[in-house]
């Protein structure tokens, strides 16, 4: 049996990001980005309860951390 793969687009921080999203278990969802699709980046997955929560998850951590990345070393 094959599992759906859910994959969601998204641009954050002016950047272009695939974000596939697998079933794990009842109402859990891992999401992970993707250099090449089907092949996962070396990045933590984040988990939902549905794949859009999952993929939305990981979308807020990514624009904190480009917000981050982008304030003044000194205010860090």
Do not use: N
Request: with cysteine; hydrophobic share 45%; charged share 20%.
């Amino acid at each position: 049996m094959t599992a759906a793969v859910h994959r969601f687009e998204e641009s954050i921080a002016g950047r272009p990001y695939l974000i596939e999203v697998t079933h794990v278990s009842k109402d859990r969802w891992r999401a992970y980005i993707v250099r090449i699709p089907g092949v996962p980046a070396a990045l933590m997955p984040f988990y939902g309860t549905t794949p859009a929560d999952a993929a939305h998850q990981l979308c807020e951590w990514l624009t904190r951390a480009h917000a981050r990345a982008a304030l003044p070393s000194s205010t860090v």
